[in-house]
């Protein structure tokens, strides 16, 4: 395809010559003297670059220039100047233009500008968007993360409207990740992503308002598991290299998504086994740790009978420390065999602000503003208090733990009569995770704490699971830590 250069001057002798000169050069070339033409010309069609006349009456060259930005951002505008506006042409610079050739013009000078023009555009446009991709995903394992990015690099590189990823997921087609405006309707982008699934190739069709929809497949194992799919405004026709490029991004986002797929496998696989082993280790600890503190204990009370204090002090220190030992195994061992859950009838609101009063405890961390907001109409519930007391327990202290003087944790809940699900919100605005920790906070033993023994977050999933509810986080660096736990609810005693 040749490239589309638009060119604007209302000197009439001088268009001629440059249209001239830039259709020997093998260009397609629109020449006008008319402002309101050109802009004409833009809506109709995209243009690979654009000479613009800095004089022209009554229309000021660097205002056309914006018109034209305003209709495709990143077009390549060559400024045109006559000697002695040369100030005036490097403000034209300052606000967009590319560069500005100077009247009359030197035949090797016009050239070199004009080739740069193009290439620079091509080259920045492809050079720092795969950048800018490669490392998004080279530094997150979060699929949804990954697509997000594929999805923003495809509007950005191939100026769409808007950028959709689609899964298939138990046989449908899933929106997982967009960009750009919302789509007017989905289901066209949709029939476009299952026909480029079908083809297993790049396709192209009518989209709404007269735009244009491309679709590429994401193969990520035998066969396709989705699609990107872009859609284009009325007057922007996707090329060649847009459909390369798509199908570009398409690839590296499958690639990503079987990456971070197989890293989860990796990793599930290899926690099970380190849970078991950790578990026997634990038990196989549990014997001679009993028979340490009774030694510890013994120590401990003969020294006291010898009135030797210091020594007593040691001894109880090391009662303590096996003390926190067992504490360790026990949890790791209770982990392994979680017990079955005891249900009775308790009042939420209760429990939860014993949790408070624990963590509290825990932490007499100061000047933390504590925020609670149970809601009143919450029923008595069939839960296993012991083991929810652990899991609310381990969220607070953590939240606690991010906190700094001044922070603030808030502990609220809501809950939805109809679908009689209680909703438990643990948030604190304190140091956050980063994307690497989110992702492997429910991993056993990953801790980012010098003290931490990594069980928390897995423990209080794990409990919140076994009631049938789920628990979710979401977290930003610096920001804070939100935790949302949705528990269905069995009527307590006299309930519903
Ligand atoms: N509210 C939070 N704010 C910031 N980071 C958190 C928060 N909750 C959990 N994390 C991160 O997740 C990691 C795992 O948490 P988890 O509770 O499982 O273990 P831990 O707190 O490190 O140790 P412990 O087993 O003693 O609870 C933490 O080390 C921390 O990096
Ligand atoms: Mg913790």
Redesign the pocket.
């Known amino acids: 395809m040749r490239r589309r250069i638009l060119v604007i001057d209302d000197d009439r002798a001088i268009l001629d010559v440059l249209a001239m000169r830039l259709e020997a050069m093998g260009f397609d070339v629109t020449a006008t003297a008319d402002p309101a033409a050109a802009l004409a010309a833009a809506d109709a069609g995209r243009f690979d670059l654009a000479l613009v006349d800095l004089r022209m009456d009554p229309v000021n060259g660097v205002e056309l220039m914006e018109s034209l930005h305003a209709r495709q951002a990143r077009l390549p505008v060559l400024i045109m100047t006559a000697h002695g506006t040369i100030e005036t042409a490097v403000e034209a610079v300052q606000r967009g233009a590319f560069d500005y050739l100077t009247k009359p013009f030197v035949p090797d000078e016009f050239r070199a500008k004009v080739s740069r023009a193009l290439a620079t555009r091509r080259w920045t446009r492809d050079r720092e968007r795969l950048q800018a991709l490669g490392q998004t995903l080279a530094s997150t394992g979060v699929v949804a993360r990954v697509l997000d990015a594929v999805a923003q690099a495809a509007v950005d590189a191939t100026e769409a409207e808007r950028s959709v990823v689609f899964q298939l997921e138990q046989g449908r087609l899933v929106p997982m990740a967009s960009a750009g405006t919302p789509p007017p309707r989905w289901d066209a982008l949709e029939a476009g992503a299952a026909a480029a699934m079908d083809k297993g190739v790049p396709v192209t069709r009518a989209g709404a308002d007269g735009g244009t929809i491309v679709a590429a497949p994401l193969v990520v194992q035998r066969g396709p598991a989705g699609a990107l799919v872009v859609e284009t405004a009325a007057r922007v026709v996707p090329d060649e290299d847009d459909l390369e490029l798509l199908a570009l991004f398409s690839s590296q986002a499958a690639v990503a998504v079987r990456n971070t797929f197989e890293l989860e496998r990796l990793r599930s696989g290899a926690l099970a086994a380190l849970g078991r082993m950790a578990t026997q280790v634990a038990h196989e600890l549990k014997n001679p740790l009993a028979g340490l503190r009774l030694y510890a204990r013994h120590l401990e009370q003969r020294l006291a009978r010898r009135g030797d204090a210091e020594d007593v002090e040691l001894a109880t220190k090391i009662t303590a420390t096996v003390d926190h030992l067992g504490a360790v195994v026990s949890e790791i061992t209770a982990f392994g065999r979680p017990p079955e859950l005891q249900r009775a009838p308790v009042a939420l609101a209760g429990l939860l602000d014993e949790c408070l009063d624990l963590a509290q405890a825990r932490h007499p961390g100061e000047g933390i503003a504590v925020a609670r907001a149970y809601d009143a109409a919450c029923p008595a519930a069939r839960v296993d208090a012991r083991e929810l007391r652990k899991a609310l327990l381990?969220?607070l202290?953590?939240?606690r733990?991010?906190l700094v003087a001044g922070g603030r944790l808030t502990l609220a809940t809501v809950w939805a009569p109809d679908t009689r699900t209680l909703t438990i919100r643990?948030e604190?605005d304190?140091?956050?995770?980063s994307e690497e920790?989110l992702s492997?906070?429910?991993d056993l033993f990953?801790?980012?704490?010098p003290?931490?023994?990594?069980?928390?977050?897995?423990?209080?999933r794990s409990v919140v699971e076994r009631h049938g509810g789920e628990l979710g986080?979401q977290?930003r660096p610096g920001q804070?830590?939100r935790?949302v736990i949705r528990l269905p609810l069995e009527a307590g005693e006299g309930g519903a």
């Open positions: 381990n969220l202290v953590n939240a733990e991010a643990v604190d304190g140091v956050g995770m920790t492997r906070a429910f990953f801790t980012t704490k003290e931490g023994t990594g069980l928390g977050m897995a423990l209080a986080v977290s804070g830590t935790v």
